[in-house]
């Protein structure tokens, strides 16, 4: 008896391995959820402090700097027009996280756009960062991080380093708005796939509705799925989380071949599939070597020297077995037969491309 309840568990426990299912994913890596999403933010902006490595009399950053000290009292000369070695105009770029509130700390991105050949050790000047709908979001302020170098000598050499003209500030504005992403009071939550799957939208739409109940989700395409929540932000953000949390199988990838045909990479999927085929492929290879030669015609003080041409040409065509691809083999299988060839990369292009043609590639060929 103890021999069979033994076997027994061994089984289950088998039979529990079969049935578990196999690359299942969380749902939250699979997508989001509709307007849980960050915004982009951008400025302009003078960066101070430069080692005589700014914009050097460039207009606009004049006048920028003209209107900044006209906001401290200071009022220069129209006629004015100061090298500004020292100071350089630029874009301040940002990213505005979902559900940042005011007064946390995001960072920011600062690149030139004058004639600035470098930002290492300046500041950038308290700047406004707006977004789409033309709203201030941030404010921007603080000491560049710059990871290049730039070095120029009186004679016109030039060194440069990674790109000196654009920099890093860590934590460098503050956030003044929220945006509101509309989940607390959307008639429904949205969850939209990252790829367009109906396969994977229906297997999602099935895991919500077997935990929290028949009738709480609904497919609306191949991308959203729309979840039925009560109003509320604490209810709504429990119930976001427990659907981030459960776990689907997801739809095998359509069969597809990404080739690159500028770097030689070629990528193949698990999916992809070929009907039967035979399949030669050989290189001819003509080689031409010229080695010209002197020759002085008798008698020796009266011939005229010339040269005389002397050539080799040579042809060579490696003999490849012709393989045969049985009906719907495995990737596997077909990396095994290319690589017994001994094809290259761009050998392997030129056979997919023909099997393609032929109607035995069962995949998407895409060509970068």
């Known amino acids: 008896m103890r021999l069979v309840h033994l076997v027994l568990i061994a089984i289950a426990a088998f039979a529990g391995i079969v ?3 196999l690359r299942a994913e969380r749902i939250k890596d699979l997508g989001g959820f509709q307007g849980v999403r960050p915004n982009q933010l951008v400025g302009y902006g003078i960066v101070v402090g430069l080692a005589g490595t700014g914009d050097d009399n460039l207009e606009f950053t004049v006048q920028s700097m003209k209107g900044v000290a006209a906001r401290f009292g200071l009022n220069l000369p129209p006629q004015l027009n100061p090298a500004l070695k020292n100071a350089a105009a630029v874009m301040i770029t940002a990213e505005l996280p979902a559900f940042a509130k005011p007064g946390q700390r995001i960072d920011v991105t600062v690149s030139a756009i004058g004639r600035a050949k470098s930002l290492l050790g300046g500041s ?3 700047a406004p960062l707006l977004g ?3 709203q201030i979001y941030a404010m921007a302020q603080g000491s560049l991080a710059v990871g290049g170098l730039g070095v120029q000598g009186n004679d016109g050499s030039r060194v440069t380093v990674n790109v000196p003209s654009s920099g890093r500030i860590p934590d460098g504005a503050t956030v003044e708005r929220a945006v509101d992403t509309g989940f607390a009071s959307a008639p429904e939550l949205v969850f939209n796939l990252t790829k367009a799957d109906f396969t994977t939208s229906e297997r999602v739409a099935r895991a919500i509705n077997d935990r929290l109940g028949a009738g709480t989700a609904r497919t609306v395409d191949g991308v959203s799925v729309a979840i039925r929540a009560p109003l509320g932000e604490d209810v709504r953000t429990a119930l976001m989380s427990e659907v981030e949390n459960l776990t689907v199988v997801a739809a ?3 069969a597809r071949v990404i080739v690159n ?3 030689g990479t070629v990528v193949i999927n698990a999916a992809v599939r ?3 085929a035979a399949v030669t492929h050989g290189r ?4 031409i070597d010229e080695a010209p030669r002197i020759v002085q015609p008798e008698p020796f003080s009266q011939g005229q020297t010339a040269l005389e041409p002397s050539s080799n040409v040579q042809v060579a065509e490696d003999r490849n077995p012709m393989f045969l691809l049985d009906p719907g083999p495995r990737l596997s299988d077909i990396v095994k037969a290319v690589n017994g060839i001994g094809a290259s990369p761009a050998d392997l292009v030129a056979i997919l491309e023909a099997l393609k ?3 035995a590639l069962k995949a998407e060929l895409i060509v970068l």
């Open 252 to 254: 095998e990838p359509r």
């Open 357 to 359: 043609e032929a109607g």
């Open 19 to 21: 049935a578990a299912p």
């Open 274 to 276: 070929v009907g039967p």
């Open 261 to 263: 045909a500028r770097t």
């Open 132 to 134: 789409a709908d033309g």
């Open 124 to 126: 950038l000047l308290m």
């Open 284 to 287: 001819l290879t003509v080689r």
